[in-house]
């Protein structure tokens, strides 16, 4: 019903064909309307009657065609994003292909890109060659040790025997980007001289269609190139140590930039070499010939004797600096690490605080690789609505975001960016300002922000199909509204009136309400003032039916979706999204008023506790239909040569209750948003069961769910191994420490209690995370609540990076 109503009032607003469609059949209903009144003869009531119907026929298919264009409408405003492209000249090149270990594009919705593979002599399958981050090459490290983010960045790799060190220096200046120089620096264990294979490449990005105007090509033993934006540029290869044994090029046709490497293997022939025997070497590419295809790959390979340093000079013609090349980049490199080093100490001072220079090395990475791993893409993403029969292309847009893990995950997470923007934001505003204004412009005419931005040919290619089409029904926590504002709180300089990001804000404004707005309604719990996540489907085969859009995946919830369910952590989200949208509205000087009065009322703590408290087990928790007897058993088959399946049976009938059996990350929402008074006393109730470690606690941070809850560390199906059910995650561990220290500085009775659980959580938090890198090498997803292991994916330099703020206590 509300639905309906909203939709006629909108319709004639925006909805060009339906009004006229519904002014047409509603005029003619009129004119029969009154010849009935004045004859009112059996016949002209079957007019009106036939009338009247088709009036509601137009107004319904009128209404369908108008939703179903709703999902897929960017919302209806000035963008936040004003300056793209070489409007911003020193972001305009980068390592924005976090999903290769080195790469090179610019900020420009169809940029060339280079590249870089490496394989041993004598490889035999395409698998050997290294080109994307991949779990699977089982590299001991590899990530940036230092990246500002703009400039340079210097990053090891270690494939033994090899160690490879990649960097690369910007110079900026003239009208085209300027110029870049990358250094491929590659030793053997104990200086030892080994053979192995380079390759560099150029590819054009043709995924939304060939441009006549740009061109690639190989000359003078290097690249060059042509596109409208760049003009002609010119890649040199200059030699600084080592031997070139062999070098070969090919001027190809790629089918995509998801498929450089199968088409860089495609073009190997043997080839008889006077010290090496047969070597495969490339040669033309015959297909392309056949085909009749122009050329958008140009792979150039060097059989290279180690140790062994390449710079790779680019540099486009309207710059006359010349480019950095041989002693002199060496020189700018040094100086801008000893820069960087220095910057990192004046913003997170853990020198200052007594960190050993081995920890600050490990913090200074894991912030390099958060800024490091910073992506630009562009393209379609595929959404779905209730109206559309199947999945719709959504605009196409470009989106300048970190990712994840670039081996994993390497595109854009909504409620991750959040997290990412609270280190990101701390290191340069302006960069996190210029990702939340992308982010922002991806909002549609709903209010919907999709949850995970799939753009471009190769993020697409790492997505599993079924997690492609995003749903709007479907929302994901407001982190990057609460990141804004803590730093329009801890930086409100910068937003001072005339200071550029005051602007910028200001055209975030609008659609940060229009997002928060979406959440209230579409969000919205059956009791006033409780939220519940969209999206759960209970399919018989899960413990415990996800709720994806809440971001905790399998954390247990009620055990049968019902529209009864109250969700604890989204109301309190909720709190946080109205006070966050306060101090934004204060700093622009807009009412804030109406934010105020939502927070208060969610910060109001006898209806939350009416809602959420179990004064039985002394716990907030999740209300819903819900029984603890569930487990996953063997299904009989059907069919006698049937596998199998694993489904869930119930064997108690579920309840309306609160789910207080599933204690964890959910049960602290209230402290971890800060949505308690200081004084308040079930805040000294949470408190007092964080210190458990038969629950929570462990040497190695905050479990997600507790030792003692049924489904700890339980399968959810028979392919799904337990994520959010006692593994200890770095975001919320952080929330839980961010929310400690403010406590411990609220006047109020917890303040001693919240100091002292604060400096043991950190201490253990941190210990494990460095630890555990020094130990693997890597960051990782998650860790064991049993023994502090890395976990999930890795590299996973997400929020777990968010370790240098940890060390800081800056949160
Ligand atoms: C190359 O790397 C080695 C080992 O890290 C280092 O000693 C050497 O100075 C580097 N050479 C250049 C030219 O950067
Ligand atoms: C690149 O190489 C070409 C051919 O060897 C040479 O003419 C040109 O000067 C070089 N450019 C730079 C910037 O080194």
Redesign the pocket.
């Known amino acids: 019903m509300v639905r309906h109503r909203k939709v006629v009032t909108i319709q004639t607003k925006h909805g060009n064909n339906v009004e006229t469609r519904t002014r047409d059949s509603s005029s003619s209903v009129n004119s029969e309307s009154s010849v009935a009144s004045k004859t009112f003869k059996v016949l002209s009531v079957w007019k009106t009657l036939v009338g009247f119907i088709c009036f509601l026929i137009a107004v319904y298919v009128g209404t369908l065609g108008y939703l179903e264009t709703r999902v897929n409408t960017p919302f209806d405003d000035v963008k936040v994003v004003q300056e793209s492209g070489l409007q911003l000249p020193d972001r305009y090149w980068g390592s924005y292909r976090p999903n290769v270990y080195f790469g090179m594009k610019t900020r420009e919705p169809q940029s060339p890109v280079f590249g870089m593979m490496w394989y041993k002599m004598g490889i035999t399958s395409q698998r050997d060659i290294r080109h994307w981050c991949d779990q699977g090459d089982n590299l001991p490290t590899y990530g940036w040790l230092r990246h500002d983010g703009v400039t340079f960045g210097e990053q090891l790799i270690s494939d033994p025997p090899h160690t490879i060190v990649t960097s690369f220096v910007k110079t900026l200046g003239g009208e085209q980007g300027g110029h870049w120089t990358a250094r491929v620096n590659i030793t053997a264990r104990n200086n030892r001289k080994t053979t192995m294979v380079l390759v560099w490449y150029g590819a054009l990005d043709e995924s939304l269609g060939a441009s006549l105007d740009s061109r690639l090509w190989a000359e ?3 690249l060059r190139g042509h596109t409208p934006q760049l003009r002609d540029f ?1 890649l ?1 290869f ?1 030699l600084q140590q080592g031997k070139i044994l062999h070098s070969a090029h090919s001027e190809a046709h790629a089918p995509g930039l998801q498929l450089l490497k199968e088409t860089y293997y495609s073009l190997l022939r043997e080839l008889k070499h006077k010290t090496f025997g047969r070597i495969p070497s490339i040669g033309p590419d015959e297909q392309r010939w056949e085909k009749d295809k122009g050329i958008n790959f140009v792979p150039i390979q060097m059989i290279v004797e180690t140790p062994f340093v390449l710079d790779v ?1 680019y ?1 486009t013609e309207d710059l006359p600096t010349p ?1 950095l090349e041989g002693e002199e980049y060496t020189k700018v490199l040094e100086e801008k690490k000893k820069a960087f080093d220095a910057e990192f100490e004046k913003k997170f001072g853990l020198s200052e605080k007594g960190y050993p220079e081995e920890d600050i090395a490990i913090a200074r990475a894991a912030m390099s690789n958060m800024v490091g791993g910073i992506g630009y893409f562009y393209g379609t993403g595929r959404v779905q609505s209730p109206y559309t029969r199947e999945p719709v292309p959504y605009w196409r847009a470009a989106l300048y975001t970190a990712v994840p893990s670039r081996s994993f995950f390497p595109r854009g997470f909504l409620w991750d960016e959040g997290f990412h923007g609270m280190l990101i934001g701390r290191w340069s505003p302006d960069i996190q300002m210029d990702i939340a204004a992308h982010w922002m412009d991806l909002i549609n005419v709903e209010g919907w922000i999709p949850r995970e931005q799939i753009l471009g040919a190769e993020a697409l290619a790492r997505v599993p199909k079924e997690f492609v089409v995003q749903n709007n029904a479907a929302a994901n926590p407001p982190m990057l509204l609460i990141q804004l504002a803590r730093l329009v709180k801890l930086k409100p300089q910068l937003f001072h009136p005339d200071m550029p990001h005051r602007h910028t804000l200001k055209r975030m404004f609008t659609r940060l309400q229009a997002w928060y707005q979406w959440f209230q309604t579409t969000q919205k719990g059956s009791e006033p003032t409780s939220y519940r996540w969209r999206g759960r489907e209970d399919d018989g085969l899960q413990l415990n039916p996800k709720s994806l859009s809440s971001g905790l995946d399998d954390y247990p919830r009620a055990s049968h979706p019902s529209e009864i369910e109250r969700h604890l952590d989204l109301r309190c989200w909720m709190y946080a999204a109205a006070e966050s949208l306060a101090t934004i509205a204060r700093a622009l000087n807009k009412d804030p008023s109406k934010f105020e009065a939502t927070a208060n009322q969610l910060a109001d703590e006898d209806l939350l506790n009416e809602l959420h408290w179990s004064p039985t087990t002394n716990t907030y928790a999740d209300y819903g239909l819900h029984t603890d007897g569930v487990r996953l058993v063997r299904s009989k088959p059907k069919h006698p040569n049937e596998h199998p399946k694993m489904v869930r049976s119930v064997t108690a009938p579920p309840q309306p209750k609160l789910v207080t059996s599933a204690f964890g990350y959910i049960s602290l929402f209230p402290m971890l948003l800060k949505v308690l008074r200081p004084e308040s006393e079930n805040l000294g109730k949470i408190l007092e069961s964080l210190d458990k470690p038969g629950l929570l606690w462990s040497p190695y941070g905050l479990r997600s769910l507790s030792k003692s809850s049924p489904l700890y560390m339980k399968r959810n199906t028979e392919h799904d191994p337990p994520y959010w059910r006692g593994q200890i995650w770095i975001n919320i561990n952080y929330l839980a420490l961010s929310s400690l220290k403010y406590y411990a500085n609220a006047p109020g009775p917890h303040m001693d209690r919240a100091r002292e659980l604060h400096s043991r959580l950190k201490n253990n938090v941190v210990r494990n995370i460095l630890s555990e890198y020094r130990r693997t090498g890597y960051l990782w997803e998650q860790y064991s609540g049993e023994d502090g292991r890395g976990s999930g994916c890795r590299p996973f330099n997400g929020w777990t990076a968010l370790i240098p703020l940890i060390m800081a206590e800056e949160y």
């Open positions: 003078g033993g290097g010119k040199n200059t000079v540099t480019p």
